[in-house]
């Protein structure tokens, strides 16, 4: 590895993105790219200001000339546009699509080899966009979703039954959307099964408030989510920089597992440093399955919308 990790868009997510790299002292050096003339620059300087406060190296540089982007070890996916008034999502489907196309085939140009991690949404169907655009193996390309709101789901149960975050673990599936698929039957409170904890409605609850945890912080803050997402990207970089071997909810390319082929779907996947080394396929009940499967009818739904097959 070369110590080097690109983040394309220097926006909410972009920024912390890198500010967390960096903090965590997880790389040589950042290479942040945006389109927005001096946004990356600013970025990287604010960043660069802090270091002799922070006594972190200075490690940020921003990438308007993409050689300095080469041989990358990791390249992270941010740039992306938000709705305005009027546009629908199938409209934000194509821009973003040909935002992730434009970042990926640049970034593959100089960093082939590289561990890609898509954020950019909606998710499932820019991981696919990526992929095609940089010909990248489904090895070397995987999603943050599932990270996120299984960690929401986490933080929702442990305020709810009043125990520390650090015993609750959470199971959630599918798409990054209205559809994911929390799964209660894998999520615990150390160790404990979590339908054994709360009654069926009180659950139910909670899983409607996860699905909906971006929507909530949009209708709060009027734009979406960062912190979160940031930390979510960061354990996945950790999980590959350090070869952990870690087995995480991610959006991986399904080619069978689950009865499911063609799509970026959120499942366990073990990530290391050869990237997503192995998809863990756990026994899921009808109802479950079918969850799943309704979820991936909805991505090969949108991958059609922009004329992908899948
Ligand atoms: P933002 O608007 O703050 O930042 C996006 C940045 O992308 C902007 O700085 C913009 O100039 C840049 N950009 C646009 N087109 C570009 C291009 N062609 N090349 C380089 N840069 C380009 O948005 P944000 O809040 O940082 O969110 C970024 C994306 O991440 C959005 O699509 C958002 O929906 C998504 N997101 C996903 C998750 C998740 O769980 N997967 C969570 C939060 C946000």
């Known amino acids: 590895m070369n110590?080097?990790?690109t983040v394309f868009g220097a926006g909410n997510v972009g920024g912390a993105v890198t500010r967390r790299l960096i903090e965590r002292k997880l790389c040589k050096k950042v290479v942040l790219v945006d389109r927005s003339p001096g946004k990356a620059q600013g970025i990287a300087l604010d960043i660069l200001e802090a270091s002799p406060v922070d006594l972190l190296e200075p490690v940020c540089v921003s990438g308007e000339d993409l050689e300095q982007t080469r041989n990358s070890d990791i390249v992270v996916i941010t740039a992306g546009a938000t709705r305005k008034e009027g546009m629908t999502r199938d409209d934000l489907l194509k821009i973003n699509a040909e935002i992730v196309r434009e970042c990926v085939t640049k970034a593959a140009m100089y960093s082939p080899y590289a561990f890609y991690i898509i954020v950019s949404n909606p998710l499932n169907v820019m991981c696919h966009v990526a992929m095609q655009a940089g010909q990248i193996p489904r090895t070397r390309i995987t999603g943050m979703a599932?990270?996120?709101d299984a960690s929401r789901f986490q933080y929702f149960i442990s305020k709810e039954l009043n125990v520390s975050v650090e015993n609750v673990q959470a199971m959630v599936l599918?798409?990054?959307?209205?559809?994911?698929v929390p799964v209660p039957r894998y999520s615990t409170v150390a160790g404990i099964p979590l339908p054994e904890l709360m009654p069926a409605e009180k659950l139910e609850e909670l899983v409607a408030r996860?699905?909906?945890g971006g929507a909530e912080i949009i209708r709060l803050m009027h734009t979406s989510a960062f912190y979160a997402p940031a930390s979510a990207v960061t354990q996945m970089v950790a999980a590959v920089v350090m070869d952990k071997k870690k087995i995480l909810p991610c959006t991986a390319?399904?080619?069978g597992e689950y009865g499911i082929s063609g799509a970026f779907v959120g499942v366990p996947v073990k990530l290391g440093a050869n990237g997503v080394e192995e998809i863990r396929e756990i026994e899921l009940?009808?109802?479950e399955r079918a969850a799943l499967a309704r979820s991936a009818e909805k991505i090969k739904a949108q991958l059609a919308a922009i004329g992908l097959t899948c």
Do not use: F, Q
């Open 210 to 212: 996860t699905r909906d």
């Open 174 to 180: 599918g798409e990054h959307g209205e559809d994911m």
């Open 253 to 255: 390319y399904l080619t």
């Open 285 to 287: 009940t009808g109802d």
């Open 3 to 5: 110590g080097k990790i």
């Open 146 to 148: 599932g990270i996120l």
